[in-house]
């Protein structure tokens, strides 16, 4: 089983940056892909982007593309998903999940998920 623990959420202005973190733990083998979504107040959890560990290739939501980057460490088990020029309309839970097999934007698709860590861009 996997386990994973996401950091480094925070208050930021608009225009400003932050570094997401997601530390998988256990079986970690078993997870051939990593993805980051996120979920506002009164909304549905959305995709933000998904890295596959072989490969590295990188799929973004067309809201972050050009703003967010995924990247992952193997040798540490973390995925980072770095995010500039934030908006207000970025602001949310992120979490990060895991999965075997492909890429994919459905969250239902992802078999462990973390914890959440709170993101507020102020205008």
């Known amino acids: 089983q996997v386990q994973l623990a996401e950091s480094g959420g925070g208050l930021v202005q608009a225009g400003g940056s932050l570094t997401l973190s997601c530390t998988a733990s256990?079986?970690?083998?078993?997870?051939?892909?990593m993805g980051w979504f996120r979920q506002a107040p009164g909304k549905e959890r959305e995709f933000v982007a998904v890295?596959?560990?072989?490969?590295?290739?990188?799929i973004y939501a067309d809201s972050v593309r050009g703003r967010f980057t995924i990247s992952g460490d193997n040798a540490k088990n973390t995925v980072y998903l770095q995010m500039n020029a934030l908006k207000p309309e970025d602001t949310a839970v992120y979490y990060c999940a895991a999965r075997t097999g492909s890429g994919s934007y459905h969250s239902t698709d992802y078999h462990t998920w973390g914890q959440g860590t709170q993101v507020t861009v102020s205008s």
């Open positions: 256990g079986r970690t083998f078993s997870s051939s892909v």
């Open positions: 890295i596959m560990w072989s490969g590295g290739n990188t």
